[in-house]
């Protein structure tokens, strides 16, 4: 649930998402020019409590003066470097089905700093071609790839049956930060942090909300 | 961050996320032969502390009996009715891009009790097909169809230049729980929630992590 000291106190895991939710505020607020702002428009653009979000950036440091606010351009240089989006990285995606291809046109990664570099595959038809910039190799040439590459996230958007082994391969490549959208249990390196998006799990959230509301 | 009150306490946004994972955990269980389990059994199965899970189903009742521990069954179904998942739910899908597709095909979804019933999409070429044995109608229909089909989740996997139109067009035919992959903030009725996935925001949590790392 915890990770990365900084002010001393352990930072939540909703923390870090939230902190995500201000930059995309802060970059917002910055767009339509504005360039100071305070916990109570922060709290108005992204819908927690300002006490929440001056709790939140605490863990980081002091980044507001008191009755003046925050300076919208430092507050964003600051969280992303907090998030590590204040430089880019290279991304292998492996899977290039439906939802891969959705992953490989999506602009929000760019955008971020997450540049897919080489994504894999072991379709004959689709080994060799370039989709959205990006080249597709073949599964088994996988590792000299991400080694040659120097990727260091990876993407699985593959059936459940084949993660482990998408899993064991990106690791085999030096890759130890992992985004996978395979549901059931992965093995995973001690030193490898693997973060799982499962889609059924975000309905069940919408179904729990809609059943304590009936 | 908190909703839902059941023993009086306010249930933490990361516990029905938990509960989403033990539910997981003691399906596997159950697969498996398991009949009765324990917290510290769980807690090697998911991740988290013995005292977090039972802190977490504390929210709901009381389902073990100490010193014997949970009978899988019983624990799955209560969590199940927690969840809302101890029925099935009517689901739109609005955009059958890539994105759309990859949903549509997502076997997760139907396990989980969430039947995908109709989707939209405003290209001439889809409109009228049936993919993945999901009927796509023309978006320009879509608030008759919601209506007349019941459905009570939506979700909205189209560009955010167009994500504020299919939440009107949702909440027009009476959907109230609306999943989003759009980026950008939508204007949201009182009365209906909105679950965002923002999936650069999944991989600058491995970004936040993998900079603490170094």
Redesign the interface.
Known sequence: ?A??KTSGKKVP??T??R???YY??LK?MLGNGITTTSSAALSE?VG?TDA?IRKDLAYFGQFGVPGRGYEVENLLEAIAS????NRR?K?ALVGV???G???L??K??K????DICCAFDNDPDKIGKTWEGVPIHDVAEAVDVLRESRI??G?IAIPEAAAQNALDMLVAGGV????TFA?G?LHVPPDV?V?R?????????????????A
């Open positions: 649930m990770s990365k895991q909703t870090v998402y902190m995500s939710l995309r505020a917002q653009a927690f929440q907090v998030l590590g989006i990285w991304v089905g439906h939802l291809y959705a992953l046109a999506y929000g990664f955008d971020q700093g997450f260091e996230l993407v130890k930060s992992i985004l549901p249990r942090r973060r998006v499962d889609l059924a799990m975000e309905l069940e959230w919408l179904s729990y909300h809609a059943t304590s509301i």
